[in-house]
Protein backbone atom coordinates (compact mmCIF):
# COMPACT_ATOMS: atom_id res chain seq x y z
CA UNK A 1 0.00 0.00 0.00
CA UNK A 2 2.88 1.91 -0.16
CA UNK A 3 2.46 4.75 -2.82
CA UNK A 4 4.17 8.17 -3.39
CA UNK A 5 1.52 10.14 -4.27
CA UNK A 6 0.67 13.82 -5.74
CA UNK A 7 -1.13 16.56 -4.27
CA UNK A 8 -4.66 15.66 -5.02
CA UNK A 9 -6.83 12.34 -5.41
CA UNK A 10 -5.98 10.53 -8.25
CA UNK A 11 -8.63 7.48 -9.37
CA UNK A 12 -5.98 5.37 -8.75
CA UNK A 13 -5.05 6.52 -5.04
CA UNK A 14 -9.00 6.33 -4.60
CA UNK A 15 -9.14 2.69 -5.18
CA UNK A 16 -6.39 1.82 -3.49
CA UNK A 17 -7.76 3.62 -0.39
CA UNK A 18 -10.98 1.68 -0.90
CA UNK A 19 -9.29 -1.61 -1.58
CA UNK A 20 -7.46 -0.99 1.72
CA UNK A 21 -10.59 -0.25 3.78
CA UNK A 22 -10.53 3.16 3.58
CA UNK A 23 -13.44 5.14 1.55
CA UNK A 24 -12.09 8.28 -0.67
CA UNK A 25 -14.98 10.69 0.55
CA UNK A 26 -14.62 13.68 -2.03
CA UNK A 27 -13.19 14.69 -5.53
CA UNK A 28 -10.38 17.13 -5.95
CA UNK A 29 -12.59 18.64 -8.83
CA UNK A 30 -15.59 19.28 -6.58
CA UNK A 31 -15.03 22.59 -4.83
CA UNK A 32 -17.48 22.69 -2.66
CA UNK A 33 -16.84 18.82 -1.35
CA UNK A 34 -12.90 19.58 -1.38
CA UNK A 35 -13.36 22.53 1.29
CA UNK A 36 -15.40 20.58 3.72
CA UNK A 37 -12.75 17.60 3.39
CA UNK A 38 -10.36 17.20 6.22
CA UNK A 39 -7.58 14.65 4.89
CA UNK A 40 -6.20 12.56 8.18
CA UNK A 41 -2.66 11.37 7.79
CA UNK A 42 -2.17 7.43 9.56
CA UNK A 43 1.30 6.19 9.44
CA UNK A 44 1.93 2.78 10.36
CA UNK A 45 2.71 -0.81 9.73
CA UNK A 46 1.22 -2.63 7.49
CA UNK A 47 3.44 -5.26 6.05
CA UNK A 48 5.46 -7.63 7.60
CA UNK A 49 5.19 -10.14 11.04
CA UNK A 50 3.30 -7.23 12.81
CA UNK A 51 1.22 -6.10 9.94
CA UNK A 52 -1.91 -6.96 12.01
CA UNK A 53 -0.53 -3.92 14.12
CA UNK A 54 -1.43 -1.58 11.25
CA UNK A 55 -4.46 -2.99 10.27
CA UNK A 56 -6.15 -3.66 13.06
CA UNK A 57 -5.15 0.02 13.60
CA UNK A 58 -6.91 1.00 10.78
CA UNK A 59 -9.79 -0.82 11.32
CA UNK A 60 -10.53 0.73 14.61
CA UNK A 61 -10.05 4.29 12.92
CA UNK A 62 -12.23 3.67 10.26
CA UNK A 63 -15.37 2.26 12.61
CA UNK A 64 -15.02 5.64 14.43
CA UNK A 65 -14.25 7.32 11.07
CA UNK A 66 -17.56 5.92 9.77
CA UNK A 67 -19.88 7.00 12.32
CA UNK A 68 -18.01 10.56 12.98
CA UNK A 69 -19.13 11.42 9.12
CA UNK A 70 -22.65 10.00 9.14
CA UNK A 71 -23.21 12.42 11.91
CA UNK A 72 -21.85 15.67 10.05
CA UNK A 73 -18.10 15.00 10.55
CA UNK A 74 -15.57 16.64 11.73
CA UNK A 75 -17.51 20.60 13.13
CA UNK A 76 -18.99 19.93 9.78
CA UNK A 77 -15.92 18.77 7.33
CA UNK A 78 -15.97 14.50 6.29
CA UNK A 79 -12.88 12.90 7.41
CA UNK A 80 -10.48 11.62 4.88
CA UNK A 81 -7.98 9.04 5.82
CA UNK A 82 -5.20 9.26 4.00
CA UNK A 83 -3.21 5.44 5.29
CA UNK A 84 0.30 4.62 4.59
CA UNK A 85 2.76 1.63 5.24
CA UNK A 86 5.92 2.39 7.11
CA UNK A 87 6.82 -1.28 6.87
CA UNK A 88 8.42 -1.05 11.02
CA UNK A 89 11.28 1.26 9.63
CA UNK A 90 11.65 4.22 11.93
CA UNK A 91 13.22 6.38 9.03
CA UNK A 92 10.03 4.98 6.97
CA UNK A 93 7.71 5.95 9.59
CA UNK A 94 9.45 9.80 9.35
CA UNK A 95 9.26 10.14 5.50
CA UNK A 96 6.30 8.66 5.30
CA UNK A 97 4.70 11.40 8.16
CA UNK A 98 6.58 14.20 6.49
CA UNK A 99 4.71 13.20 3.10
CA UNK A 100 1.15 12.70 4.02
CA UNK A 101 1.45 16.50 5.63
CA UNK A 102 3.65 18.06 2.82
CA UNK A 103 2.64 15.97 -0.10
CA UNK A 104 -0.87 14.61 0.45
CA UNK A 105 -1.83 17.77 2.09
CA UNK A 106 -2.96 16.02 5.56
CA UNK A 107 -4.19 18.82 8.09
CA UNK A 108 -4.16 16.27 11.36
CA UNK A 109 -1.98 13.53 11.83
CA UNK A 110 -2.67 9.63 13.77
CA UNK A 111 0.74 8.00 14.42
CA UNK A 112 0.29 4.61 14.42
CA UNK A 113 3.23 3.44 14.75
CA UNK A 114 5.40 1.29 17.45
CA UNK A 115 7.44 2.77 19.88
CA UNK A 116 10.44 2.12 17.32
CA UNK A 117 8.77 4.20 14.80
CA UNK A 118 6.65 7.22 16.95
CA UNK A 119 10.08 8.96 18.55
CA UNK A 120 10.13 9.49 14.45
CA UNK A 121 6.71 10.63 14.02
CA UNK A 122 6.98 12.97 17.05
CA UNK A 123 9.89 14.86 15.39
CA UNK A 124 8.25 15.25 12.19
CA UNK A 125 4.72 16.65 14.29
CA UNK A 126 7.72 19.13 16.36
CA UNK A 127 9.17 20.53 12.94
CA UNK A 128 5.98 20.91 11.10
CA UNK A 129 4.04 21.89 14.24
CA UNK A 130 1.24 19.30 12.75
CA UNK A 131 -1.82 17.96 15.27
CA UNK A 132 -0.75 14.56 16.08
CA UNK A 133 -1.46 11.49 17.94
CA UNK A 134 0.06 8.68 18.89
CA UNK A 135 -2.24 6.10 19.14
CA UNK A 136 0.23 2.77 19.61
CA UNK A 137 3.64 3.65 21.49
CA UNK A 138 3.42 2.78 25.41
CA UNK A 139 7.20 3.96 26.01
CA UNK A 140 6.47 6.08 28.97
CA UNK A 141 8.93 8.70 28.25
CA UNK A 142 6.99 9.88 25.02
CA UNK A 143 4.56 11.59 27.17
CA UNK A 144 6.54 11.74 30.20
CA UNK A 145 9.82 13.13 29.41
CA UNK A 146 9.57 16.98 29.77
CA UNK A 147 11.80 17.29 26.67
CA UNK A 148 9.43 15.57 24.57
CA UNK A 149 6.45 17.41 24.68
CA UNK A 150 5.22 19.27 22.49
CA UNK A 151 1.60 20.96 22.76
CA UNK A 152 0.73 19.82 19.50
CA UNK A 153 1.35 15.78 20.04
CA UNK A 154 -1.21 13.48 22.25
CA UNK A 155 -1.00 9.40 23.07
CA UNK A 156 -4.32 7.56 23.35
CA UNK A 157 -1.92 4.55 23.71
CA UNK A 158 -1.54 3.17 26.86
CA UNK A 159 1.50 3.84 29.13
CA UNK A 160 3.91 1.24 30.15
CA UNK A 161 4.30 2.86 33.94
CA UNK A 162 0.66 2.62 34.65
CA UNK A 163 1.19 -1.46 33.31
CA UNK A 164 4.20 -1.74 35.45
CA UNK A 165 2.44 -0.04 38.51
CA UNK A 166 -0.53 -2.40 38.37
CA UNK A 167 1.14 -5.72 37.10
CA UNK A 168 4.32 -5.30 39.43
CA UNK A 169 1.14 -5.37 42.48
CA UNK A 170 -0.43 -8.40 41.21
CA UNK A 171 2.78 -10.30 40.25
CA UNK A 172 4.39 -9.14 43.81
CA UNK A 173 1.42 -10.67 45.69
CA UNK A 174 1.34 -13.92 43.54
CA UNK A 175 5.40 -14.15 44.37
CA UNK A 176 5.26 -13.61 48.04
CA UNK A 177 2.16 -16.67 47.40
CA UNK A 178 4.45 -18.79 45.83
CA UNK A 179 7.80 -18.05 46.86
CA UNK A 180 8.61 -16.77 43.37
CA UNK A 181 12.01 -15.43 44.41
CA UNK A 182 14.15 -15.86 41.61
CA UNK A 183 12.95 -14.24 38.11
CA UNK A 184 14.15 -13.72 35.06
CA UNK A 185 13.15 -11.26 32.15
CA UNK A 186 12.57 -11.27 28.25
CA UNK A 187 12.40 -8.09 26.36
CA UNK A 188 12.57 -7.16 23.54
CA UNK A 189 15.68 -4.67 22.06
CA UNK A 190 14.31 -1.20 21.84
CA UNK A 191 12.85 1.61 23.75
CA UNK A 192 9.23 0.05 24.51
CA UNK A 193 11.21 -3.20 26.07
CA UNK A 194 14.29 -1.42 27.76
CA UNK A 195 11.91 1.22 29.01
CA UNK A 196 9.08 -1.08 30.19
CA UNK A 197 11.16 -3.70 31.53
CA UNK A 198 12.79 -2.02 33.85
CA UNK A 199 9.34 -0.36 35.30
CA UNK A 200 7.84 -3.58 35.66
CA UNK A 201 11.29 -4.95 38.03
CA UNK A 202 11.59 -1.63 40.12
CA UNK A 203 8.03 -2.33 40.95
CA UNK A 204 7.89 -6.01 41.56
CA UNK A 205 11.18 -5.21 43.92
CA UNK A 206 9.12 -2.60 45.68
CA UNK A 207 5.78 -4.88 46.47
CA UNK A 208 8.28 -7.92 46.93
CA UNK A 209 12.02 -7.15 47.48
CA UNK A 210 12.98 -10.43 48.19
CA UNK A 211 12.54 -11.26 44.04
CA UNK A 212 16.25 -11.13 42.65
CA UNK A 213 16.66 -10.76 38.70
CA UNK A 214 18.67 -13.81 37.53
CA UNK A 215 18.68 -13.76 34.01
CA UNK A 216 17.91 -10.93 31.24
CA UNK A 217 17.34 -11.88 27.63
CA UNK A 218 16.77 -9.11 25.03
CA UNK A 219 15.96 -10.50 21.52
CA UNK A 220 15.89 -8.16 18.64
CA UNK A 221 12.95 -6.34 17.47
CA UNK A 222 11.26 -9.27 14.61
CA UNK A 223 13.60 -11.82 15.80
CA UNK A 224 12.40 -15.13 14.01
CA UNK A 225 14.53 -17.82 15.78
CA UNK A 226 14.51 -17.65 19.91
CA UNK A 227 15.96 -21.10 20.54
CA UNK A 228 19.11 -19.47 22.03
CA UNK A 229 17.07 -16.98 24.31
CA UNK A 230 14.76 -20.17 25.66
CA UNK A 231 18.02 -22.16 26.47
CA UNK A 232 19.31 -19.57 28.26
CA UNK A 233 16.35 -18.84 30.28
CA UNK A 234 15.92 -22.19 31.15
CA UNK A 235 20.11 -23.18 32.46
CA UNK A 236 19.35 -20.02 34.78
CA UNK A 237 16.04 -21.69 36.52
CA UNK A 238 14.03 -19.32 37.58
CA UNK A 239 11.06 -19.72 39.06
CA UNK A 240 9.30 -16.91 37.36
CA UNK A 241 9.57 -14.92 33.89
CA UNK A 242 8.44 -11.47 33.05
CA UNK A 243 7.87 -10.55 29.15
CA UNK A 244 6.53 -7.59 27.13
CA UNK A 245 7.31 -9.22 23.88
CA UNK A 246 4.16 -8.32 21.83
CA UNK A 247 2.39 -9.32 18.44
CA UNK A 248 3.71 -11.72 16.01
CA UNK A 249 7.14 -11.76 18.46
CA UNK A 250 5.26 -12.65 21.27
CA UNK A 251 3.34 -15.49 19.93
CA UNK A 252 6.62 -16.94 17.48
CA UNK A 253 8.28 -17.22 20.87
CA UNK A 254 5.22 -18.95 22.75
CA UNK A 255 5.60 -21.68 20.34
CA UNK A 256 9.07 -21.90 19.83
CA UNK A 257 8.98 -22.01 23.82
CA UNK A 258 6.56 -24.92 24.14
CA UNK A 259 8.76 -27.24 22.55
CA UNK A 260 10.67 -27.05 25.38
CA UNK A 261 8.19 -27.36 28.16
CA UNK A 262 9.06 -23.52 29.61
CA UNK A 263 5.60 -23.03 30.62
CA UNK A 264 6.05 -25.82 32.82
CA UNK A 265 8.47 -25.12 34.66
CA UNK A 266 8.01 -21.65 36.29
CA UNK A 267 5.57 -18.89 36.44
CA UNK A 268 4.70 -16.29 33.55
CA UNK A 269 4.23 -12.93 33.22
CA UNK A 270 3.56 -11.76 29.74
CA UNK A 271 1.98 -8.12 30.09
CA UNK A 272 0.47 -8.35 26.27
CA UNK A 273 -0.76 -12.29 26.34
CA UNK A 274 -4.65 -11.12 26.92
CA UNK A 275 -5.07 -9.56 23.17
CA UNK A 276 -6.91 -11.65 20.51
CA UNK A 277 -4.12 -11.10 17.92
CA UNK A 278 -2.31 -13.44 20.75
CA UNK A 279 -4.58 -15.66 21.95
CA UNK A 280 -6.28 -16.35 18.66
CA UNK A 281 -2.57 -17.23 17.23
CA UNK A 282 -0.79 -19.43 19.21
CA UNK A 283 -0.69 -22.78 18.39
CA UNK A 284 -0.97 -24.39 22.13
CA UNK A 285 -1.82 -21.41 24.45
CA UNK A 286 -0.85 -22.48 27.48
CA UNK A 287 -2.96 -22.66 30.49
CA UNK A 288 -1.99 -19.95 33.53
CA UNK A 289 0.11 -17.24 31.63
CA UNK A 290 -0.49 -14.10 33.96
CA UNK A 291 -1.34 -11.31 31.40
CA UNK A 292 -2.27 -7.20 31.67
CA UNK A 293 -5.47 -6.70 29.91
CA UNK A 294 -4.87 -5.38 25.83
CA UNK A 295 -8.38 -5.88 24.25
CA UNK A 296 -10.66 -8.64 25.21
CA UNK A 297 -14.66 -8.05 25.41
CA UNK A 298 -15.55 -8.81 28.18
CA UNK A 299 -13.23 -6.73 30.50
CA UNK A 300 -14.46 -4.07 31.70
CA UNK A 301 -16.91 -6.46 31.84
CA UNK A 302 -19.40 -3.99 30.41
CA UNK A 303 -22.49 -3.97 28.06
CA UNK A 304 -20.77 -0.76 25.93
CA UNK A 305 -17.41 -2.76 25.85
CA UNK A 306 -18.71 -5.79 24.83
CA UNK A 307 -21.47 -4.31 22.23
CA UNK A 308 -17.98 -2.39 20.62
CA UNK A 309 -16.19 -5.43 20.33
CA UNK A 310 -19.25 -7.56 18.86
CA UNK A 311 -19.82 -4.60 16.64
CA UNK A 312 -16.06 -4.92 15.41
CA UNK A 313 -16.36 -8.33 14.26
CA UNK A 314 -19.09 -8.37 12.94
CA UNK A 315 -17.81 -5.49 10.05
CA UNK A 316 -14.12 -6.66 10.14
CA UNK A 317 -14.52 -10.97 10.80
CA UNK A 318 -12.18 -11.18 14.14
CA UNK A 319 -12.39 -9.30 17.43
CA UNK A 320 -10.51 -5.99 17.98
CA UNK A 321 -6.49 -5.96 19.07
CA UNK A 322 -5.61 -3.73 21.78
CA UNK A 323 -4.44 -1.30 18.76
CA UNK A 324 -7.59 -1.07 17.77
CA UNK A 325 -9.55 0.44 20.90
CA UNK A 326 -6.12 3.12 21.10
CA UNK A 327 -6.95 3.83 17.54
CA UNK A 328 -10.71 4.22 18.32
CA UNK A 329 -10.14 6.10 21.19
CA UNK A 330 -8.11 8.87 18.99
CA UNK A 331 -11.16 9.49 16.58
CA UNK A 332 -13.18 9.70 19.83
CA UNK A 333 -11.18 12.42 21.60
CA UNK A 334 -10.74 14.33 18.30
CA UNK A 335 -14.82 14.52 17.54
CA UNK A 336 -15.43 15.42 20.69
CA UNK A 337 -12.52 18.18 20.90
CA UNK A 338 -14.04 19.54 17.30
CA UNK A 339 -17.21 19.83 18.93
CA UNK A 340 -15.74 21.47 22.00
CA UNK A 341 -13.52 24.21 19.82
CA UNK A 342 -16.45 24.09 17.06
CA UNK A 343 -13.08 23.49 14.44
CA UNK A 344 -10.68 20.90 12.62
CA UNK A 345 -7.85 23.25 13.10
CA UNK A 346 -4.86 21.57 14.66
CA UNK A 347 -4.49 24.58 16.82
CA UNK A 348 -7.97 24.81 17.91
CA UNK A 349 -8.07 21.02 18.19
CA UNK A 350 -5.09 20.68 20.58
CA UNK A 351 -6.17 23.28 23.09
CA UNK A 352 -9.36 21.62 23.45
CA UNK A 353 -7.99 18.08 23.66
CA UNK A 354 -6.32 19.29 26.88
CA UNK A 355 -7.72 17.94 29.89
CA UNK A 356 -10.80 16.41 27.94
CA UNK A 357 -12.85 13.89 29.78
CA UNK A 358 -15.24 11.29 27.21
CA UNK A 359 -17.48 8.72 28.08
CA UNK A 360 -15.50 5.33 26.87
CA UNK A 361 -16.61 1.67 26.46
CA UNK A 362 -12.60 1.62 27.40
CA UNK A 363 -12.57 3.06 30.79
CA UNK A 364 -12.18 1.88 34.44
CA UNK A 365 -15.57 3.67 34.84
CA UNK A 366 -16.70 4.23 31.39
CA UNK A 367 -14.38 7.11 30.49
CA UNK A 368 -11.49 8.24 29.73
CA UNK A 369 -9.39 11.66 30.28
CA UNK A 370 -6.75 13.32 28.05
CA UNK A 371 -4.39 14.53 30.96
CA UNK A 372 -3.76 18.37 30.40
CA UNK A 373 -0.23 17.93 32.65
CA UNK A 374 1.53 15.36 29.74
CA UNK A 375 -0.67 14.84 27.14
CA UNK A 376 -1.53 11.13 27.69
CA UNK A 377 -4.61 9.22 28.21
CA UNK A 378 -5.62 8.14 31.26
CA UNK A 379 -8.48 6.31 33.51
CA UNK A 380 -8.99 3.21 30.60
CA UNK A 381 -9.77 0.05 31.82
CA UNK A 382 -6.40 -1.89 33.21
CA UNK A 383 -5.93 -5.28 34.63
CA UNK A 384 -4.01 -8.51 35.24
CA UNK A 385 -5.46 -11.87 35.17
CA UNK A 386 -4.45 -15.73 34.29
CA UNK A 387 -5.38 -17.05 30.50
CA UNK A 388 -7.24 -20.32 30.00
CA UNK A 389 -6.85 -21.71 26.18
CA UNK A 390 -10.44 -21.20 25.17
CA UNK A 391 -13.08 -18.18 25.29
CA UNK A 392 -13.32 -16.17 27.35
CA UNK A 393 -9.62 -16.53 27.59
CA UNK A 394 -8.77 -14.24 30.94
CA UNK A 395 -11.85 -15.44 32.68
CA UNK A 396 -11.08 -12.97 36.26
CA UNK A 397 -9.17 -9.58 35.50
CA UNK A 398 -7.88 -7.75 38.83
CA UNK A 399 -8.24 -4.72 38.31
CA UNK A 400 -5.24 -2.37 38.89
CA UNK A 401 -5.80 0.50 41.24
CA UNK A 402 -5.93 4.04 39.75
CA UNK A 403 -5.13 6.09 42.74
CA UNK A 404 -2.15 3.92 43.63
CA UNK A 405 -1.14 4.28 39.73
CA UNK A 406 -1.14 8.04 39.92
CA UNK A 407 0.56 8.32 43.27
CA UNK A 408 3.98 5.94 42.34
CA UNK A 409 3.63 7.53 38.72
CA UNK A 410 4.51 10.58 40.35
CA UNK A 411 7.02 9.04 42.14
CA UNK A 412 8.62 7.97 38.91
CA UNK A 413 8.70 10.85 37.37
CA UNK A 414 10.57 12.68 40.05
CA UNK A 415 13.15 10.17 40.26
CA UNK A 416 13.65 10.25 36.50
CA UNK A 417 13.55 14.19 36.76
CA UNK A 418 10.76 14.49 34.86
CA UNK A 419 8.77 17.01 37.24
Known amino acids: MTRTRKPGISRRTTLALMGGGVASLAAPWVASAQAKTIKIGMPTI ?4 VAQLGTSSRNGVMIEVEKVNASG ?39 AEASSGAFAVHEVARDLGVFCI ?29 DSIAGGNYAAAIAKAKGLKKWATCGPDYAYGRDTTGEYTTYLKRFAPDVEIISES ?15 ILQAKPQALYTCLWGGDLTSYI ?51 AAWGDAYK ?72 TTIPQEPYVPDVKPGDWKMIFELEAEWKKSKGFT
Open 46 to 49: LSGR
Open 255 to 305: DQANIYALFSQMEVFAVNMADYTALTVVKNLPKGIHSGNRYIKTYPGTPEN
Open 73 to 111: GLAGRQIEMVIRDSKGQPQEAARVARELVNTDGCELLID
Open 314 to 385: AKYGEYPTNWSWENATAIMLMAEAARKANSADGKKLAEAMKGLKIKSPFGADGTVTMRAEDNTLVGYAIGWG
Open 218 to 232: WPKLFQPDYTEVVTK
Open 134 to 162: HTNSETSSLTADPKQHIPNAFRTARQGVH
